[in-house]
């Protein structure tokens, strides 16, 4: 059974860093199948994609908060781990942790998602 | 960018009606185009995948189609279940875009 779960703080000031882990099991981060993707969704509003990781390492970013995010794993503990800098009120926004089917470049599995508020 | 416009924002629509939502590539993304229901308060589920294939557990009466820059998500008999808000996604190249999502209400 394939499960993916968020953790991190709920809250978070104005400039500081958001370091987001992901929990997955029922796979594993070295299947060349498979990825693990992070978007975000702001209070009300749509879906945003904000990077993905593949087993091999690759790396992909937001156009607009690539200088902003860091995307990394940690197969060891089936971890994939996602920070991003200097964050703002519009920053706040429910993240979500997904897999990724690589042969059909989908996303089948969600995680719960967990919201994360900007405020000082 | 690969920009996703879906259109409408919204519709509603009675039990038993026949629902169609389009969405529109900036530029063509062969049938790298995946479909997503998010139910209120809920995680997105995929629905459809490659445009046109059915994922494992969805029911039957949703379906996909197009290729190219035009795609459409048809929902043939709109359950009540139905209610939620429905987002296509590109993965032909990255960054991975979402379109802006249609509500769909039950009259």
């Known amino acids: 059974q394939v499960t993916l779960k968020e953790s991190g703080p709920v809250l978070v000031k104005p400039t500081e860093t958001l370091t987001l882990t992901c929990t997955v099991s029922g796979f594993s981060l070295t299947n060349v199948r498979m990825g693990v993707s992070w978007i975000r969704q702001p209070p009300g509003k749509a879906l945003e994609w904000l990077a993905h990781i593949f087993s091999n390492d690759e790396k992909s970013y937001s156009t607009s908060l690539n200088s902003r995010l860091t995307i990394s794993k940690d197969t060891s503990k089936s971890q994939v781990v996602l920070t991003m800098t200097n964050m703002d009120p519009v920053d706040t926004a429910t993240y979500y942790c997904?897999?990724?089917?690589?042969?059909?470049?989908?996303?089948?599995?969600w995680g719960q998602g967990t919201l994360v508020t900007v405020s000082s | 960018d690969i920009q996703m416009t879906q259109s409408p924002s919204s519709l509603s629509a009675s039990v038993g009606d026949r629902v169609t939502i389009t969405c529109r590539a900036s530029q063509r993304i062969s049938s790298y185009l995946n479909w997503y229901q998010q139910k209120p308060g809920k995680a997105p589920k995929l629905l459809i995948y490659a445009a046109s294939s059915l994922q494992s557990g969805v029911p039957s009466r949703f379906s996909g189609s197009g290729s190219g820059t035009d795609f459409t998500l048809t929902i043939s008999s709109l359950q009540p279940e139905d209610l939620a808000t429905y987002y296509c996604q590109q993965t032909y190249s990255t960054p991975w875009t979402f379109g802006q999502g249609t509500k769909v209400e039950i009259k």
């Open positions: 997904a897999r990724i089917e690589i042969v059909s470049y989908r996303i089948d599995y």
